[in-house]
C-alpha cells in the first residue's frame, strides 16, 4: 500500500486534489481511497487530506500517520505546520516553493524531492495562487506512481468544464513539466 498525506490550506484544492489522484489511479486499475480531513473548515487554515492506494482492496479509512509521500500545495505551511511528521523512511516530498533544494531543511527520513514554483505558474495560468492541479502534475513526475495520461482523464471526468477544464489541463502539464526531481542520498551514521 502507498500512502499520501496532502497538506495545504483551505481553499487551494488539496481535498479535491487527493479526490482527483483517487479517480487516475481507480482508471489504472488500481484501488485508491482519497480521505478528507476538516478542522476550522474555513479559507486559509491548514487543512490535510490522505490517500491510499494499492493493488488491493483497501478497507483501511483512517487517517494516514505514516505517509510514503507528502504533499505539500502550500509554500508558506511548514513554518506553521510539522508536514514531516511520522514520514516513512525514504520517503518523497512533494513541495510547492520557489527555493532550491539547497534551501531546504529536510529530515533525514526524505529521499526524493520534487520542488516547484507552483505559486508562479498558478498566477500565470488562474491569475490566483491555486496550485493544486499543478502539484498532482508534479506528485506524477516526482513518484511515477500515476501515469499523466490517468490524470488528464480524471481531469476531464471532474466537474471542471470549457475555460476551467482548459487552464487546469494546462496546468497539470506545466507541473508535470516544469518539477525538478531530486533523489538524496543519505550515509548511514557511523
Known amino acids: 500500500m502507498y ?26 486499475g488500481k484501488y ?21 492506494m494499492s493493488d488491493r482492496e483497501i478497507r483501511q479509512l483512517t487517517n494516514i500517520y505514516q505517509p510514503d509521500c507528502i504533499v505539500c500545495v502550500d509554500p508558506t505551511l511548514t513554518k506553521s505546520v510539522d508536514i514531516f511528521a511520522g514520514m516513512k523512511a525514504g520517503g518523497t516530498l512533494v513541495q510547492a516553493t520557489h527555493h532550491p533544494l539547497s534551501e531546504l531543511a529536510l529530515p533525514d527520513c526524505v529521499s526524493t524531492v520534487g520542488l516547484l514554483d507552483a505559486v508562479k505558474i498558478a498566477l500565470e495560468i488562474f491569475k490566483r495562487p491555486i496550485t493544486n492541479t499543478l502539484m498532482l502534475g508534479a506528485f506524477a513526475k516526482t513518484t511515477g506512481v500515476v501515469s499523466l495520461e490517468s490524470l488528464k482523464r480524471a481531469l476531464e471526468d471532474s466537474e471542471f468544464r470549457d475555460a476551467g477544464l482548459a487552464q487546469n489541463m494546462t496546468a497539470l502539464e ?12 543519505r550515509r548511514a551514521a557511523a
Open 3 to 28: 500512502e499520501v498525506r496532502f497538506h495545504g490550506r483551505g481553499g487551494q484544492g488539496s481535498v479535491m486534489a487527493s479526490g482527483m489522484l483517487a479517480a487516475a489511479m481507480v482508471e489504472e
Open 32 to 52: 485508491a481511497v482519497s480521505i478528507p480531513s476538516f478542522g476550522f473548515e474555513r479559507r486559509g487554515a491548514p487543512v490535510v487530506s490522505f490517500l491510499r
Open 174 to 185: 506545466r507541473g508535470y513539466a516544469e518539477v525538478a526531481v531530486h533523489h538524496i542520498e
